[in-house]
């Protein structure tokens, strides 16, 4: 929360700490859950940024959370302002998602790609009506999360039948099914996974074959617990 974050850097990692353990306790051999920290790119003072930065990193060396995500609106916070701590994420080896192309076009990709070089891409609807842009996803297996009810509720995307998700599969793109935020668009991701099934006829060795994609980008490599499910 903006609450934690505005704690000192000792008090926060304390708090960090606290949620490990509890999300350590609800593990139970079972699953394993991984914590990544993200924020808004909305227009932030210099001295901000490099403050969130350097938390970022902290946190990460601490072994707190696994990877860092930037989100929020495209139009008009673009990916450049970001470059020099995106620099850093990766001299501190954190893997790094950013969400572009949902509301804007294949310029926030590229964008995204060229200044932030990330491993995963949320969203990226827009990556389809660029080939070029395409390829160099393909080329490069960038995993791209794909949440349809989220593109369809927001007007991302006109109908669910309309979502680039079966063209994903069908070029071989290493994506994933996701909720986004199943609060707000009140979906699960059993039904994302039903919708999917339902609309382009994904069956259990395409599911499959996406699980093996999405545990491959996962931003933890190490496995705890040999029967864990990743989450």
Not at 113 to 130: K, M, N, S, T, Y
Not at 170 to 180: E, M, Q, R, V
Request: hydrophobic letters at 40%.
């Amino acid at each position: 929360s903006s609450e934690i974050w505005r704690c000192e850097r000792s008090e926060m990692l304390e708090r960090f700490r606290g949620f490990r353990e509890y999300a350590d306790g609800l593990e139970r051999g079972d699953v394993q859950v991984e914590f990544v920290a993200g924020w808004n790119r909305r227009p932030r003072p210099d001295g901000e940024v490099e403050e969130i930065a350097l938390r970022i990193v902290m946190l990460h060396e601490a072994g707190l959370i696994a990877g860092v995500f930037l989100a929020g609106p495209e139009e008009g916070n673009p990916v450049q302002r970001f470059a020099r701590t995106f620099g850093r994420f990766h001299d501190a080896g954190l893997p790094v998602e950013i969400h572009a192309g949902e509301w804007c076009g294949p310029e926030s990709v590229w964008a995204a790609l060229e200044h932030g070089r990330p491993q995963r891409i949320g969203h990226g609807v827009a990556i389809f009506d660029d080939p070029g842009l395409l390829d160099a996803v393909r080329a490069e297996r960038i995993h791209v999360e794909m949440c349809p009810t989220s593109n369809v509720r927001t007007g991302a995307v006109r109908r669910f039948e309309d979502h680039p998700i079966g063209r994903a599969h069908a070029l071989g793109l290493a994506f994933s099914i996701n909720t986004d935020d199943p609060g707000a668009f009140e979906c699960t991701l059993t039904g994302e996974l039903q919708l999917v099934a339902d609309t382009f006829g994904f069956t259990a060795a395409h599911f499959a074959r996406i699980a093996r994609d999405a545990l491959a980008a996962r931003f933890q490599p190490g496995l705890r617990y040999s029967n864990a499910r990743a989450l």
